[in-house]
């Protein structure tokens, strides 16, 4: 990313370039590594609810869901194998993310989403033909190898690609890529799920080899960043490539910044520890808690599990489906509703409106659960209209995160960081999402069994406690390039202690070394 720049009258720095076809074909192909992504979190909650696929790998599930509505419900699913196919992916896929940073930094952005494309495709083949539950483990284990190679590095080639003008719309891009992926696996999973013979979970899971094959493609075409090209000491190809991609000739200045750039980071020994400094307490904070609260929001028991839950409260597995791709395409418009007015109306507000929203449905949905099924979990006749309100609050509760905490969850964290602590420091995001992820997705279905639908008030409650912590710790970015950020932990009332004047060590601050000598900052 670009450290430095050319600064202006108003503090602001520019580069020449604009956004070139070339780049945004480079950008909306890179970004399909969201779709892969997206297509797992949307595939396994409807594989799992159908019943053929239930039969012939988990047998035991499959009889409890047959027995009837008089046995305790919130159990029907309690299976550790069940939630071991879904949370292994993201066990697999926190490991190779690791091994894909060095990857990523030694041989180029390009390889590592090679990697993932093609550990991609054997995964989805694997789960396609799958026989026994252990081809399904292992296929889903590749799946994770793959994600985990392509999230760590097909956002940081897209924001090494992206103007920076346009990095925070093409940073929630990738995230309406996930959210296409969740929409995409869930109407297929709806049309699969109705294939006469019992074998539409196969399409449903095999059919992850599409996104994975336009990812593998794409990385054989796709150029290298001119970051990455300079990291490896290719600082004639960079120059080049990066004419190309800006389309302009002069492109000295964020060249330059890109050397001086790429020198500082490598002069930084132990980029680890150095993230243990004093100064960087407010970035490593955020770093860890941002993607803890995203995923203590609870949105990935609906994503992996809606069909699931739906069924759980009633639906037969056809309406269950369908619900899925409602809250689904909730999902997707709702992210571009963030698009819109994440530069507008700021973060905090959308964090705090989206956390209210949650909080509200969260409440709503526990009182209806726990109205109908009580603690015994035998629900009786399911009346429409509560179908209808328990989904119509479901959606609320959806859109509320996919405007606030999908997309900002990792554009907040992206955009915090000084760039010596930047590739660290998004890897620690990274890695306690995926923990997380995995957390969740392990333990919702036991969860659900004990706790029934006071599962919902724990992440009520977790909800409350993410908005008063973004409330008092989280400064507004809104506005304010990269470079400069240095000033919202200096001027805020908690994080100014850790934050002295002139120690924050940031891309401006570096770029002065070398070709920012000459420019005044304003
Ligand atoms: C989260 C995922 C979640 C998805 C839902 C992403 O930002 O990281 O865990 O499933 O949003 O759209």
Redesign the pocket.
Same mark, same amino acid.
């Given at each position: 990313m670009a450290g430095g720049g050319f600064v202006v009258g108003d503090g602001q720095k520019t580069y020449p370039g604009k956004l070139t076809p070339f780049v945004l074909f480079t950008c909306v192909v890179a970004a399909m590594g969201g779709l892969i992504f997206g297509y797992d #979190?949307g595939i396994s909650g409807g594989v799992t609810s159908m019943p053929s696929f239930l039969r012939r790998f988990f047998p035991s599930v499959y009889r409890k869901q047959q027995e009837d509505a008089t046995t305790n419900q919130y159990c029907q699913y309690d299976s550790p194998t069940l939630t071991l196919f879904t949370s292994s992916l993201y066990l697999a896929a926190l490991i190779s993310s690791l091994v894909a940073s060095t990857v990523t930094r030694k041989f180029g952005r390009r390889l590592s989403m090679l990697f993932g494309g093609i550990l991609f495709c054997a995964g989805a083949l694997i789960n396609g033909f799958a026989k026994h539950v252990w081809m399904l483990i292992v296929g889903r284990i590749l799946l994770g190898f793959g994600i985990g190679f392509a999230n760590q590095s097909v956002p940081l080639y897209l924001s090494e690609m992206a103007p920076y003008k346009y990095r925070g719309a093409l940073n929630i891009g990738f995230?309406l890529s996930?959210?296409i992926g #969740?929409l995409v696996a869930e109407v297929l999973n709806y049309f699969f799920a109705k294939i006469k013979g019992g074998w539409g979970w196969r399409l449903s899971l095999g059919g992850a080899v599409v996104p994975a094959l336009i990812i593998t493609l794409g990385s054989l075409v796709l150029p290298d960043t001119p970051n990455s090209m300079i990291e490896r000491g290719k600082h004639e190809k960079a120059k080049t490539k990066l004419r190309r991609i800006r389309g302009v000739d002069d492109v000295s200045q964020e060249f330059d910044d890109l050397v001086a750039a790429s020198k500082e980071s490598q002069s930084i020994e132990h980029p680890w520890t150095n993230l243990l400094r004093r100064k960087y307490r407010p970035h490593l904070t955020m770093a860890i808690m941002i993607p803890f609260f995203?995923?203590l929001t609870g949105?990935?028991v609906i994503?992996f599990y809606a069909p699931v839950l739906f069924n759980t409260i009633g639906f037969t597995t056809d309406a269950s489906l369908m619900s899925a791709v409602v809250t689904g395409s909730v999902?997707v418009a709702a992210t571009l509703v963030s698009i819109y007015g994440v530069d507008k109306w700021g973060r905090r507000f959308l964090f705090l409106e989206g956390g209210t929203q949650m909080l509200i449905c969260q409440a709503v949905v526990a009182a209806c659960i726990g109205a109908k099924f009580g603690v015994d979990g035998t629900p009786g006749e399911l009346p429409k209209w509560y179908a209808i309100v328990v989904v119509t609050f479901i959606c609320i509760y959806v859109a509320g995160f996919?405007w606030s905490w999908?997309p900002l969850?990792?554009l907040v964290p992206s955009e915090i960081f000084p760039l010596e602590i930047r590739s660290a420091a998004q890897s620690i995001t990274v890695s306690v999402?995926m923990i997380f992820?995995f957390i969740i997705a392990q333990i919702f279905l036991t969860m659900l069994c004990h706790l029934k639908f006071g599962l919902f008030l724990v992440f009520a409650f977790f909800v409350i406690v993410m908005s008063i912590f973004v409330y008092i710790f989280l400064p507004e970015t809104k506005g304010i390039p990269i470079e400069e950020m240095g000033q919202v932990w200096r001027s805020h009332w908690y994080w100014s202690r850790f934050v002295e004047d002139g120690e924050y060590g940031n891309g401006l601050e570096m770029g002065k070394s070398s070709s920012n000598q000459g420019t005044k900052h304003v």
């Amino acid at each position: 990313m670009a450290g430095g720049g050319f600064v202006v009258g108003d503090g602001q720095k520019t580069y020449p370039g604009k956004l070139t076809p070339f780049v945004l074909f480079t950008c909306v192909v890179a970004a399909m590594g969201g779709l892969i992504f997206g297509y797992d #979190i949307g595939i396994s909650g409807g594989v799992t609810s159908m019943p053929s696929f239930l039969r012939r790998f988990f047998p035991s599930v499959y009889r409890k869901q047959q027995e009837d509505a008089t046995t305790n419900q919130y159990c029907q699913y309690d299976s550790p194998t069940l939630t071991l196919f879904t949370s292994s992916l993201y066990l697999a896929a926190l490991i190779s993310s690791l091994v894909a940073s060095t990857v990523t930094r030694k041989f180029g952005r390009r390889l590592s989403m090679l990697f993932g494309g093609i550990l991609f495709c054997a995964g989805a083949l694997i789960n396609g033909f799958a026989k026994h539950v252990w081809m399904l483990i292992v296929g889903r284990i590749l799946l994770g190898f793959g994600i985990g190679f392509a999230n760590q590095s097909v956002p940081l080639y897209l924001s090494e690609m992206a103007p920076y003008k346009y990095r925070g719309a093409l940073n929630i891009g990738f995230q309406l890529s996930i959210t296409i992926g #969740i929409l995409v696996a869930e109407v297929l999973n709806y049309f699969f799920a109705k294939i006469k013979g019992g074998w539409g979970w196969r399409l449903s899971l095999g059919g992850a080899v599409v996104p994975a094959l336009i990812i593998t493609l794409g990385s054989l075409v796709l150029p290298d960043t001119p970051n990455s090209m300079i990291e490896r000491g290719k600082h004639e190809k960079a120059k080049t490539k990066l004419r190309r991609i800006r389309g302009v000739d002069d492109v000295s200045q964020e060249f330059d910044d890109l050397v001086a750039a790429s020198k500082e980071s490598q002069s930084i020994e132990h980029p680890w520890t150095n993230l243990l400094r004093r100064k960087y307490r407010p970035h490593l904070t955020m770093a860890i808690m941002i993607p803890f609260f995203q995923q203590l929001t609870g949105i990935n028991v609906i994503m992996f599990y809606a069909p699931v839950l739906f069924n759980t409260i009633g639906f037969t597995t056809d309406a269950s489906l369908m619900s899925a791709v409602v809250t689904g395409s909730v999902n997707v418009a709702a992210t571009l509703v963030s698009i819109y007015g994440v530069d507008k109306w700021g973060r905090r507000f959308l964090f705090l409106e989206g956390g209210t929203q949650m909080l509200i449905c969260q409440a709503v949905v526990a009182a209806c659960i726990g109205a109908k099924f009580g603690v015994d979990g035998t629900p009786g006749e399911l009346p429409k209209w509560y179908a209808i309100v328990v989904v119509t609050f479901i959606c609320i509760y959806v859109a509320g995160f996919a405007w606030s905490w999908g997309p900002l969850g990792w554009l907040v964290p992206s955009e915090i960081f000084p760039l010596e602590i930047r590739s660290a420091a998004q890897s620690i995001t990274v890695s306690v999402n995926m923990i997380f992820t995995f957390i969740i997705a392990q333990i919702f279905l036991t969860m659900l069994c004990h706790l029934k639908f006071g599962l919902f008030l724990v992440f009520a409650f977790f909800v409350i406690v993410m908005s008063i912590f973004v409330y008092i710790f989280l400064p507004e970015t809104k506005g304010i390039p990269i470079e400069e950020m240095g000033q919202v932990w200096r001027s805020h009332w908690y994080w100014s202690r850790f934050v002295e004047d002139g120690e924050y060590g940031n891309g401006l601050e570096m770029g002065k070394s070398s070709s920012n000598q000459g420019t005044k900052h304003v």
